[in-house]
């Protein structure tokens, strides 16, 4: 990842709505939302939206499908993890210990939730 690539997507996530767009299509995945419907759960007209997720698609952080009359958008979570590692890969300067705490705390944000076993 450039540089102004970089810039791009986080300059795009540094607004209120398109940051809550982008996290409520992150809590959608892999499923995706229709435009309209993000617009009910953001409580954001549907043209404001629009324009939002324009600039958010610009930065390659969101890509949309058309299902019959809708519109779903999905998180791009691949671009997202580009973003993540380019803004990690000299964080350590060759001490990872400085490091660990954040990718502990993205191991345990995202592993997958145990099933407790049901009991007969």
């Given at each position: ?21 982008f996290?409520m ?7 995706g ?5 993000l ?14 997720l ?31 590692v ?9 001490r ?7 990718v ?6 995202c ?8 009991r007969?």
């Amino acid at each position: 990842m450039e540089n102004e690539e970089a810039v791009l997507a986080l300059a795009a996530l540094a607004q209120p709505t398109r940051l809550e767009a982008f996290r409520m299509l992150v809590k959608h995945e892999p499923d995706g939302l229709a435009a309209g419907d993000l617009a009910r759960l953001l409580e954001v007209p549907q043209n404001t939206l629009s324009a939002h997720l324009a600039i958010l698609s610009r930065a390659r952080l969101v890509s949309s499908e058309r299902r019959s009359r809708s519109i779903v958008y999905r998180a791009n979570l691949g671009e997202f993890r580009d973003i993540a590692v380019f803004l990690l890969r000299d964080c350590c300067g060759g001490r990872p210990e400085v490091c660990n705490p954040v990718v502990e705390t993205l191991q345990s944000c995202c592993s997958p939730k145990r099933k407790e076993r049901s009991r007969a």
